[in-house]
C-alpha cells in the first residue's frame, strides 16, 4: 500500500528541513509523496516539486497552510493543487508576511520586559523564510530559559500566554476562497484543536473541500466524528502529521509519517496536480 502525509513543514516557514531534505526523509520513512503546506508561505513548493520529479513513484503536492480566525478560535485552512504563482494569493501573503515579522518583534519585546534577553536579530538568523514563534522559541532553548518547546508555548507564545500578540486576521471564508480561486482544494486542517463545533458546521458551510480526519493528537471518537461528518458533506479525508522537524530531546514534536493517508483515497487531488 502506498501512502502520503499531506501535512509537512519547510525552512520556508518554521520547518528544520529544506524541501529537497524533506522529500529525501519522507523516502527514508517508506512514503510516497508528501504535501509541502508551509504556513502562509508557497516559499518551499517549486524546490520540493522539481526535486521529486526525478524520483520514480513519488508524489509533492503543492500546498499551503492559512492561518485564520473565527469566532475568537484559530482555524487553519490546507490548501492543495494551488497554483503557487497565482498573483492574488501572493498579494495576501506579502500582507501576512509584513504583519508576521511586526508580531514576532512585539513578542520578543514582552519577552525582554519579563526578564528574557534576546533580539530581533538572533531570532531572524534561525529562519530561512517566514519568522516564525517556533524560531523564538529555539532561541529561548539555545539560551538555556527553556527546556523545550512545549514549554515555550504552554507557559509564554500560545494564546493566552504572557508574550502572545494576536495574529493578523483573515477569516476562513476568506481563506477558502483564495485557496480555491488558485485553483486548489481547501481542507480545515487539526479540527481536533477547535472544541467549538459550530466553528466546524460553519467552515465546512463554506465550501470547505476536505477535512484532515487523522492527525496526531486526533483520539478514535474524534476520528469517527470527522469521517462522519465527511461522509455526510461528501467532502475529502485528508491526514497528515504536521511535521516540522524530526525528533529529538529538544523537540518531541510528531515524526513525518505519524498520520497518514493512502494515496489512492486523495485521487481527487492528485487529478489537480
Not at 526523509?25 to 508561505?41: F, P, Q, R, S
Not at 539560551?143 to 514549554?151: L, P, Q, S
Not at 473541500?209 to 469521517?227: A, W
Amino acid at each position: 500500500m502506498k501512502y502520503i502525509d499531506m501535512h509537512c513543514h519547510t525552512i520556508a516557514s518554521d520547518g528544520s528541513l529544506n524541501p529537497t531534505e524533506l522529500v529525501n526523509y519522507a523516502l527514508e520513512k517508506g512514503l510516497n509523496g508528501i504535501a509541502v503546506t508551509d504556513h502562509d508561505t508557497v516559499g518551499g513548493i517549486k524546490e520540493a516539486v522539481e526535486y521529486s520529479k526525478s524520483i520514480k513513484d513519488f508524489y509533492c503536492i503543492p500546498g499551503i497552510e492559512i492561518s485564520s480566525e473565527f469566532l475568537g478560535q484559530e482555524v487553519h485552512i490546507l490548501g492543495y493543487a494551488i497554483n503557487p504563482d497565482f498573483e492574488e494569493l501572493n498579494t495576501l501573503l506579502e500582507e501576512m508576511r509584513v504583519n508576521r515579522e511586526s508580531r514576532s518583534v512585539k513578542m520578543i519585546q514582552k519577552l525582554n520586559d519579563i526578564g528574557f534577553e534576546i533580539t530581533y536579530e538572533e531570532v531572524r538568523s534561525l529562519a530561512k523564510g517566514v519568522v516564525g514563534r517556533p524560531h523564538i522559541g529555539q532561541v529561548l532553548i539555545q539560551k538555556g530559559y527553556v527546556k523545550n518547546m512545549h514549554e515555550v508555548f504552554s507557559k509564554y507564545l500560545k494564546l493566552g500566554g504572557v508574550a502572545y500578540v494576536p495574529r493578523f486576521k483573515i477569516t476562513p471564508l476568506e481563506a477558502i476562497t483564495i485557496i480555491k480561486k488558485s485553483g486548489g482544494v481547501p481542507v480545515l486542517a487539526h479540527p481536533g484543536y477547535i472544541k467549538n463545533k459550530e466553528i466546524i458546521e460553519k467552515v465546512i458551510s463554506y465550501g470547505i473541500g476536505g477535512i484532515e480526519v487523522y492527525y496526531p493528537t486526533h483520539e478514535e471518537s474524534q476520528i469517527d466524528y470527522f469521517n462522519t461528518l465527511a461522509m455526510e458533506n461528501n467532502i475529502i479525508v485528508t491526514g497528515g502529521s504536521d511535521f516540522h522537524s524530526i525528533p529529538n530531546e529538544k523537540n518531541n514534536r510528531y515524526d513525518l509519517g505519524t498520520s497518514k493517508i493512502l494515496l489512492n483515497s486523495i485521487a481527487k487531488i492528485l487529478e489537480l496536480v
